[in-house]
């Protein structure tokens, strides 16, 4: 901790831990006769903070496709190079993508939906991505890519038909990203399949984008952001399941206020029987 002082790194945050079992694409089920030719086709992106940090998230993302009769494949693991993008580091953010293309650009010209989980991650490949890498087959990947909760209002029929826990109250928190490239109506619509009653927590940015929140210098702004309308809303709803699908939004609800959040995956994961 001093070490990390001395980088710039907030004394007061506690970092992500890194998992002991991460996730590996060898878990993906491997699919029988019973599940029919006209199931839906997923390849399930599952992003470094997922694998690494939180493999419950794309574990319980496996869990809530199949049973909605999804064909289910995870790819070779593909960083999206976001973390390089936030910091500017193109060339390197460039060597990254030229491989995810390489690997999900078949997937994608067959039809098959790319599911992330993640919002920065999974919406990198919508945005940046084509940029970086300007060919016919990246812009198949781009078009291809949907975040989890799209994925769900796509197919809430499907969802809708599952058997689920008794109704409860949901608070959700969206993501900055998911705001501006996606839209919550996708979440409201995926949770509430799953007999969820959604609200929102009606705040901005969590505070913590990234690396912004951990910096020894942004850390009582980052601190303020939270409390101005997140923490709050958070703490006035205890009987609640909080929600959030970005991992820095997760981490900064559990910092302000004690609580876990759930990513959407988890939520309904845990719902069903």
Same mark, same amino acid.
């Given at each position: 901790?001093?070490?990390?002082?001395?980088?710039?790194?907030?004394? %007061?945050?506690?970092?992500?831990? $890194?998992?002991?079992?991460?996730?590996?694409? =060898? %878990?993906?089920?491997?699919?029988?006769?019973?599940?029919?030719?006209?199931?839906?086709?997923?390849?399930?992106?599952?992003?470094? $903070?997922?694998?690494?940090?939180?493999?419950?998230? @794309?574990?319980?993302?496996?869990?809530?496709?199949?049973?909605?009769?999804?064909?289910?494949?995870?790819?070779? #693991?593909?960083?999206?190079?976001?973390?390089?993008?936030? =910091?500017? #580091?193109?060339?390197?953010?460039?060597?990254?993508?030229?491989?995810?293309?390489?690997?999900?650009?078949?997937?994608?010209?067959?039809?098959?939906?790319?599911?992330?989980?993640?919002?920065?991650?999974?919406?990198?490949?919508?945005?940046?991505?084509?940029?970086?890498?300007?060919? +016919?087959?990246?812009?198949?990947?781009?078009?291809?890519?949907?975040?989890?909760?799209?994925?769900?209002?796509?197919?809430?029929?499907?969802?809708?038909?599952?058997?689920?826990?008794?109704?409860?109250?949901?608070?959700? &928190?969206? &993501? *900055?990203?998911? =705001?501006?490239?996606?839209? /919550?109506?996708?979440?409201?619509?995926?949770?509430?399949?799953?007999?969820?009653?959604?609200?929102?927590? =009606?705040?901005?940015? *969590?505070?913590?984008?990234?690396?912004?929140?951990?910096?020894? +210098?942004?850390?009582?702004?980052? /601190?303020?952001?939270?409390?101005?309308?997140?923490? @709050?809303?958070?703490?006035?709803? @205890?009987?609640?399941?909080?929600?959030?699908?970005?991992?820095?939004?997760?981490?900064?609800?559990?910092?302000?206020?004690?609580?876990?959040?759930?990513?959407?995956?988890?939520?309904?994961?845990?719902?069903?029987?």
């Amino acid at each position: 901790r001093a070490t990390l002082a001395a980088l710039g790194v907030s004394r %007061e945050r506690a970092l992500p831990a $890194f998992a002991t079992k991460p996730f590996s694409e =060898k %878990e993906a089920p491997r699919l029988g006769p019973e599940v029919g030719e006209d199931a839906p086709r997923v390849a399930l992106f599952a992003d470094t $903070f997922g694998r690494f940090q939180e493999p419950s998230i @794309p574990r319980a993302a496996l869990a809530v496709l199949t049973a909605a009769g999804a064909r289910v494949e995870v790819p070779a #693991y593909r960083c999206c190079g976001r973390t390089y993008l936030s =910091k500017g #580091y193109l060339p390197q953010a460039t060597r990254l993508a030229h491989r995810l293309v390489e690997t999900y650009a078949p997937l994608a010209r067959q039809g098959v939906a790319i599911v992330g989980l993640e919002p920065s991650c999974i919406l990198t490949l919508r945005d940046e991505i084509p940029r970086l890498v300007q060919t +016919e087959d990246a812009r198949a990947v781009a078009a291809a890519a949907v975040t989890f909760e799209e994925w769900c209002e796509t197919h809430a029929d499907r969802l809708a038909a599952l058997d689920w826990a008794a109704p409860a109250d949901a608070l959700v &928190h969206g &993501h *900055c990203h998911q =705001k501006a490239l996606s839209t /919550m109506a996708a979440s409201h619509a995926c949770l509430g399949a799953a007999g969820l009653a959604v609200s929102e927590t =009606k705040a901005g940015c *969590c505070g913590v984008a990234g690396a912004f929140g951990y910096e020894a +210098e942004h850390y009582d702004v980052s /601190m303020a952001i939270a409390e101005d309308r997140l923490a @709050p809303a958070v703490r006035a709803a @205890p009987q609640a399941v909080v929600v959030a699908a970005g991992t820095s939004c997760r981490e900064q609800i559990e910092h302000t206020t004690g609580r876990r959040a759930l990513h959407p995956a988890e939520a309904l994961a845990a719902r069903l029987r």
